[in-house]
């Protein structure tokens, strides 16, 4: 089982970001999938939830309006559009797979807004 988190960076305020999380060895599809973050001395925090399907999505309020989840289940792959980002962004990201007992999480990607 991998996930592979990409797209992080340095984004000044404002900017925007789409990150990826590729998914392999396991069935993709039939997956709840999330976006957590954890910036420096803070609990890891749920950003965004999409169901298996793709049809239902659930944001943090903090996040809501800025930020779109998606995926591409013919890809395996989930996507974080980020618009509007904010200082208050920057955290590791990581993507999450769950489905009952299983429970898998990519190694994270860095997003840091600074001008």
């Known amino acids: 089982v991998q996930l592979v988190e990409s797209g992080g960076g340095l984004v000044q305020p404002g900017g925007s970001l789409r990150l990826s999380c590729a998914a392999s060895g396991f069935t993709f599809k039939r997956y709840d999938m999330r976006w957590y973050r954890q910036a420096p001395g803070k609990e890891r925090e749920v950003v965004a939830t999409?169901?298996?399907?793709?049809?239902?999505?659930h944001y943090a309020d903090s996040v809501k309006g800025r930020f779109t989840i998606s995926r591409d289940n013919a890809k395996n792959t989930v996507y974080l559009q980020m618009n509007s980002l904010k200082r208050e962004d920057t955290a590791v990201y990581y993507c999450?797979?769950?489905?009952?007992?299983?429970?898998?999480w990519g190694q994270g990607t860095q997003v840091t807004v600074s001008s």
């Open positions: 999450n797979a769950v489905r009952g007992t299983g429970d898998y």
């Open positions: 999409i169901s298996s399907s793709g049809l239902n999505s």
